[in-house]
């Protein structure tokens, strides 16, 4: 039978410790460890240096001009449509509907097919004349 298992902390910290006693520990290699160190210092300083003292600044006032040109393009659009529906408002009811029926119109009765007859397999169907009576002979 086998016995209960201790699921405590304390036991799982005791059986990793245990285990990694088990493991060799690789030996230190100095040289490693500064090309390690070198690399890392050199990443970190390129990240703080490619944001330098003047890009700050100037990203600052890249979006200040950004927000303030388009607040202006808003006023100016708001502006326009205020003025438009002051030029709406005046226009003739009437005469917009009879240019409108003039154009209506102005329109075909029926709209032109973008294709031609002879490509409907059932356009030699349409040409023949309706039946008056079933009981008539053709």
Do not use: Y
């Not at 890392?40 to 600052?60: F, G, I, Q, Y």
């Amino acid at each position: 039978m086998k016995e209960p298992v201790d699921h405590s902390e304390e036991a799982i910290a005791d059986a990793l410790r245990r285990d990694a006693a088990l493991l060799p520990e690789p030996p230190f290699d100095p040289a490693l460890h500064a090309a390690v160190m070198r690399r890392l210092r050199t990443r970190n300083d390129a990240s703080v240096s490619s944001l330098s003292w003047w890009k700050r600044p100037a990203l600052a006032a890249a979006a200040v001009l950004a927000i303030l040109a388009g607040g202006f393009a808003w006023r100016h659009s708001t502006d326009r449509s205020a003025r438009g529906s002051e030029a709406r408002e005046t226009l003739d009811f009437s005469a917009v509907l009879a240019s409108t029926q003039a154009a209506i119109n102005g329109l075909p009765d029926a709209p032109p097919s973008p294709l031609p007859a002879w490509i409907s397999p059932t356009a030699p169907l349409l040409d023949f004349p309706p039946l008056t009576s079933i009981d008539q002979p053709l």
